[in-house]
């Protein structure tokens, strides 16, 4: 099992900047990719990023040149550096990890709301 624990939600005014934090514990080393996935109010869940064991990356094309995902494997931790942040990002942003026996876990999820 792999716990994951979100940080860094909160509020920001539309052009601002906002960082992310996504800790695993647990079965960690069974991950491969970890990434952020979000959800607006009325909305189905949406992938924003992800990012692999090896460093290749995935945007969804909304975020693209906006937002950047990285991670530090010593510390098991996936981040989402979301720059110029827009009304539209406002949503519940999940973490999620996919082990490499496909199996994925979900975080509890972290506000952000962008005000305009």
């Known amino acids: 099992q792999v716990q994951l624990v979100e940080s860094g939600g909160g509020l920001v005014q539309a052009g601002g900047s906002l960082r992310l934090s996504c800790a695993a514990s647990g079965s960690v080393f069974s991950i491969n990719t970890m990434g952020w996935y979000r959800q607006a109010p009325g909305k189905q869940r949406e992938l924003v990023a992800t990012i692999t064991s090896g460093g290749s990356t995935n945007y969804a094309d909304s975020v693209k040149g906006r937002f950047t995902i990285s991670r530090d494997n010593a510390k098991n931790t996936v981040y989402l550096q979301m720059n110029s942040a827009k009304p539209e990002d406002t949503a519940v942003y999940y973490c999620?990890?996919?082990?490499?026996?496909?199996?994925?876990?979900w975080g509890p999820g972290t506000q952000v709301t962008v005000s305009s």
């Open positions: 999620n990890v996919e082990t490499f026996t496909r199996w994925r876990h």
